[in-house]
C-alpha cells in the first residue's frame, strides 16, 4: 500500500531518524511524533493508517497513547518497545494494540508487520462471510470448515475458537481476550481450556501439527492466527 501514512512514535531521535528514513525510501508517506502529547495531536489532525509506537515516553506514556487512540479509532497500532516483559506485551494488546516487537528489532521484520497491519486495518476478515487462507475455507454462516478441500468437522466449541482467532487474523491475541471472548467473562483465568483447545484444532487443521502454520504461539502472551499471505 504504496503512499500509506504511518505515524512513528519515540522519544530518541535516531529511532524516529531511522525509521523515518527507511519508511519512506519504501514509499510510505511518515510523520514522527517524540512524545505522547504530539502523538495524539499527530494522530487527531491526520488519522494514520499505521501508528508505531514506543511505550517509555515522558509525559503522556505509549500505553496511555494506545489507550486514548483506540478509543476513538480501529487505526491499527504496532507497538515498538525495548520493554519485553509479558506483562508489558499483555497489558498494550489489551488496551487494543494489534501488534507488539521488542528492541532491538530486525527492520525487514517490522516492514512485514506493517504490511500485514495494513491489509487488514479495515477489518475486512471480520465482516465477510467466508475467509480463505492457503487450502483452508471457513463459512461463518454454515460454520463449515475445509482444509485441502475435504471438510472437517469440529465442535461448536472448537468452531467458536477458530472464528474468534480468524476474526482477529494476524494479531496477537491474549489468553485473556480469548477466553472473555469463547468462553465469557468468568472464564478469562481458566487458560487451561486453551491448553486443550488449541492444540485440538492444530491437529485438524495443521498439516504438521507440532509445526503449526496458522495457529501459531505468542510466547508469554497468547496466540496469532497467521495468513498464509501474513
Known sequence: MTGARILVVDDEQQVLRLLRTALTERGYDVTTAASGEEALAASARRTPDVIVLDLMMPG???LDVC???RARSAVPIIVLSARGEERDKVLALDLGADDYLTKPFGMEELLARIRVALRH???GARRSAVFESGDLRVDFDQRRVWRSREEVRLTP???DLLKFLVQHADKALT?????RAVWGPE????SQYLRVYIPQLRRKLEADPARP???LTEPGVGYRFQTQDG
Open 213 to 215: 502454520r496458522f495457529i
Open 121 to 123: 486495518g479495515g477489518d
Open 60 to 62: 503522556i506514556s505509549g
Open 175 to 179: 489468553h485473556g481476550m480469548i477466553l
Open 67 to 69: 489507550r486514548e487512540v
Open 157 to 159: 466449541t472448537e468452531f
Open 187 to 190: 472464564y478469562a483465568g481458566e
